[in-house]
């Protein structure tokens, strides 16, 4: 919390503290009770044999599923791809400050040192795939983050309330036999010699990690909830129903043959014997009992990639061979229910995965479908404001402090251009609408200002003196075109004349040459 003068303050919210929800859940003493208790009212109901952290690897795990679908993966980089495009300069972060050191520091850091026109995107999309993502910093005095290293969120936990006298207070522990069964790496770090250690896990400051986190449910905190979780189950249920479906065409797809045997006057209790006899010379498919492993020749189930044998006799039927059709079945209207819903919890567009006709030219997804907008920049702002933290933390290692610490705006591309013109549309039909009040003088300019632009008095002042130096400006720029000289500094050498002959050392006037603001002469003077 920083002091930007005027009375007015500036928060980096970078635990997110005000996002938990009620005031009482700051107090980070039940969270993981509402959500894996075995109560009826836990998140997934009675789950005793559970403890948090092997269930959080169970669901990271079923991600690690998801990701190898289609629909999914496809739907990750979708979002990921959204969230990082680039404006119109060509950048992918847009760093504003007042302070153009600080402006190039953190243009230093973010494309020089953490190269985020290259690993933004995957960032981005583990954040999403998980729920949460982890960036280890390494700091040096005086320089700030010179490296930043990736962990896998299988490893990390995050740990708050641990001191009683300090709520706030967030530590993150490495522990690499965290998820030992569950496939990932537990080397690499073993020997790690940053952090505090202990005798199986490293701990780490608050300003050591990053931790970028989706917070949409105050149920699943301190750690985020992944964008795939409304779908997981819907993933499960698909993957059966496609299997199912598989299954079923593949098993009644062969085509069978029908043989019609011709048993002439051969007597009807020896008919039986005479076809198995048949049977018995062309195929013999025995089945072997699972219980003692040997042929059982006295039941024979019938096996589907086997013929059918049918007995005729009379008249001019002779022995002949039909063929079965195979099955001619087309409707998956099971699986297009739940490849649906499937997209529904995705939140993307259908058309733009190929299963619904064409795009209409837009540039991005987010043109195509407004509501996709609204997620991809609810992300871009789950990004921004952990990359904020990286960012206050370099600025302080290097000694900045008070309000120029926070002395910087990050915002990345808006992925939407029908947000832009909406916002044009809304401003264009507000401007008419003022004209013809004017016009008409039905309200005044005051009455304009207020109801329909929503200014305040300080507001409509600041902007009247906005407008009286464009006025200003104006004027200059009319007499340097059409006379050839600068009025304000016309005004200023005669101003110092005028000193000069007064005897008087006058203070130099600011703005001088030409960089006074607003530069229009008082009174007549160098009109």
Known sequence: IRNTGDNQLKVFDVN???????????????????????????LYGQQAGFNYQYLRSMLYSEYDAMDTDAIVASALDIIADECTLRNESGEMLHIRSSDENIQKILYNLFYDVLNIEFNLWSWTRNMCKYGDFFLKLEIAEKFGVYQVIPFSAFNILREEGMDPKNPSYVRFKYDAAAAAGYGTTAGGWASYGGGQKDENAFYFENYEMAHFRLISDVNYL???????????????????????????????????????????????NEVEGYMQKMINKMKKTPVVDPQTGQYNLRYNMQNVLEDFYIPVRGGDQTTKIDTTKGLDYAAIEDVTYLRDKLFSALKIPKAYLGYEGELSGKATLAAEDIRFARTVQRIQRIMVSELNKIAVIHLYSQGYRDESLVDFTLELTNPSTIFEKEKIDVYKSKVELCKDMQEQKVFSKKWIYENIFGLSDQDMISLQKQLIDDAKGNYRFKQIEEEGNDPALSFLNKDDKGDQGAGGGSEPVPGAAGQRRGGAPRGDEGA
Request: no cysteine; charged share 25%; aromatic share 10%.
């Open 16 to 42: 997110s503290i005000q996002k938990t929800g009620e005031i009482e859940t700051n107090a980070l003493v039940d969270r993981f009770n509402r959500i894996y208790s075995n109560s009826s009212t836990s």
């Open 222 to 268: 301190p750690y985020g909830r992944s964008y795939l979780e409304p779908g997981r189950k819907l993933y499960k249920q698909l993957v059966l129903m496609e299997d199912a479906m598989l299954i079923h065409r593949i098993v009644r797809a062969p085509e069978k043959r029908v043989f019609y045997v011709n048993v002439g006057n051969i007597p009807p």
